[in-house]
């Protein structure tokens, strides 16, 4: 390859990566609207409250108003706003301005105007008069407004009190780990929300998909490959769609800027979850796998982009790609069992024997791979983080999922973000999570 094609096709599987992270981002603010806290806090009461004169005469025709309220009708909306904000002029005490809240909470209520609860919710907070008893919740929904408002230093603050006040809804802290990633503070928010995942996935359920999705997103964008592929590798473990397994492959692929080899292994997880996005997953795949080095595996990749229609095979590259792969096939398929028995000759180099095992991997032969492999890490300067990879992948093969997250977790060095994912893999086969009875994000 030149290096011009090269470099054309970095700044494509940039772009690409953005558009995936931008999706992903969207997906949790897409999820929110006016909160159903903010419609239970309009019945907050305050105690003993003991209101003014004056606000008494204005907060009355106020309350009036709001009752008559239709929504979308902006002459009802616009008189019940005058005759609050009325009332809010009108109070004076801390007893005014909570009811004065009310007041303007129940009329965004009444009217789906987000604007006016969180207004209310703000009076209600700051005068002092809420019921302990309702402030989790009252912090909660003034949150989660604040979030929808993108108002991230006011939601960072609403949301934390309403933690520290005792509210334990975990996505609480999945709108505050975004916030405090909004605000700079990306360690600390990429923690909450795996707090907050964590906390779903002790009874044994999936959180919602989108949490998973903002964790990923934000590491993408602070550009913290082990926390993308922490991220990934959750989400593939707990919502194993093939679309998840492409996302975060992508994310790892681009941050971690592999070479052949690594990318070859990035691919198979692609190819084993059918995970191909577009044209140049099948592209990276093929130049990784190499036709001179790993003429079956090769064909397999051309012959799946070709039925996709991803590829086609009147292409050059494609068309060049298979000559010289069906060039070596026979040839190398014939020397497949001397080059097995060399490898297994105690005198054989950790060399023949990764290549022995390379090649029973790449034609499926995945039993045979996993012993030379395991004979491979016992020998002077074997890659021990690629052979650890590729025993793992050959015990996936075989349907050995607890052995091959063991062997993806002894993965050291760059290849750890890539073993990860595979690990993750491995574990939704292993022991998936009832990820489709979780009930949607709020």
């Given at each position: 390859m030149t290096r011009t094609r090269?470099?054309?096709?970095s700044a494509v599987l940039s772009r690409a990566a953005l558009a995936v992270t931008l999706a992903l981002g969207a997906a949790l603010a897409g999820g929110i609207v006016a909160p159903e806290a903010a419609h239970a806090a309009k019945e907050a009461k305050a105690p003993k409250l003991k209101l003014s004169k004056g606000f008494i005469a204005a907060a009355q025709p106020a309350q009036t108003a709001v009752n008559a309220v239709v929504a979308g009708d902006a002459a009802t909306e616009g008189a019940a706003k005058a005759a609050v904000d009325a009332a809010i002029a009108a109070a004076t005490g801390p007893d005014d301005k909570f009811t004065a809240g009310s007041?303007?909470?129940?009329?965004?209520?009444?009217a789906k105007k987000p604007e006016y609860q969180r207004q209310g919710l703000?009076?209600?907070?700051?005068?002092?008069?809420?019921?302990?008893?309702?402030?989790?919740?009252?912090?909660?929904?003034?949150?989660?407004?604040?979030?929808?408002?993108?108002?991230?230093?006011?939601?960072?603050?609403?949301?934390?009190?309403?933690?520290d006040a005792g509210n334990s809804d975990p996505s609480l802290k999945v709108y505050l780990g975004d916030s405090l990633i909004t605000n700079k503070q990306v360690p600390q928010g990429m923690e909450l929300i795996k707090s907050a995942i964590s906390s779903s996935r002790v009874n044994?359920?999936?959180?919602?998909?989108?949490?998973?999705?903002?964790?990923?997103?934000?590491?993408?964008?602070?550009k913290a490959v082990n926390e993308a592929a922490e991220f990934g590798a959750l989400l593939i473990k707990d919502h194993p769609t093939?679309?998840?397994?492409?996302?975060?492959?992508?994310?790892?692929?681009?941050?971690?800027?592999?070479?052949?080899?690594?990318?070859?292994?990035?691919?198979?997880?692609?190819?084993?979850?059918?995970?191909?996005?577009?044209?140049?997953?099948?592209?990276?795949?093929?130049?990784?796998?190499?036709?001179?080095?790993?003429?079956?595996?090769?064909?397999?990749?051309i012959a799946a982009g070709v039925a996709s229609g991803k590829l086609r095979a009147s292409d050059t590259f494609v068309a060049d790609m298979k000559a010289q792969a069906s060039g070596r096939l026979a040839a190398d398929k014939a020397s497949l069992p001397g080059y097995e028995a060399d490898a297994r000759k105690a005198s054989a180099t950790e060399t023949t024997i990764s290549g022995?095992?390379?090649?029973?991997?790449?034609?499926?032969?995945?039993?045979?791979?996993?012993?030379?492999?395991k004979l491979a890490l016992a020998k002077t300067g074997v890659d021990a983080n690629r052979t650890l990879t590729r025993l793992g992948i050959a015990q996936f093969d075989q349907g050995k999922y607890a052995d091959a997250q063991a062997s993806f977790a002894k993965v050291t060095g760059p290849r750890t973000a890539l073993a990860r994912l595979w690990g993750g893999y491995a574990a939704s086969k292993a022991n998936p999570l009832a990820a489709a009875a979780t009930a949607p994000a709020k």
């Open positions: 090269m470099a054309n096709r007041l303007l909470l129940n009329l965004g209520s009444k703000a009076l209600m907070l700051d005068s002092g008069m809420a019921d302990p008893a309702t402030l989790p919740q009252l912090y909660a929904a003034a949150g989660q407004l604040a979030y929808q408002a993108q108002d991230h230093v006011s939601a960072q603050r609403y949301l934390q009190a309403a933690i044994g359920q999936a959180a919602p998909e989108n949490w998973y999705r903002r964790g990923l997103s934000s590491a993408y964008k602070a093939s679309q998840n397994v492409g996302i975060a492959a992508t994310i790892v692929r681009e941050l971690a800027n592999y070479g052949g080899q690594d990318t070859l292994d990035l691919m198979r997880l692609m190819g084993r979850a059918n995970s191909y996005a577009e044209t140049r997953d099948y592209i990276e795949y093929i130049e990784a796998a190499d036709p001179r080095r790993l003429p079956g595996e090769t064909l397999d990749v022995a095992a390379d090649a029973l991997l790449s034609y499926g032969k995945a039993a045979q791979a996993e012993e030379l492999y």
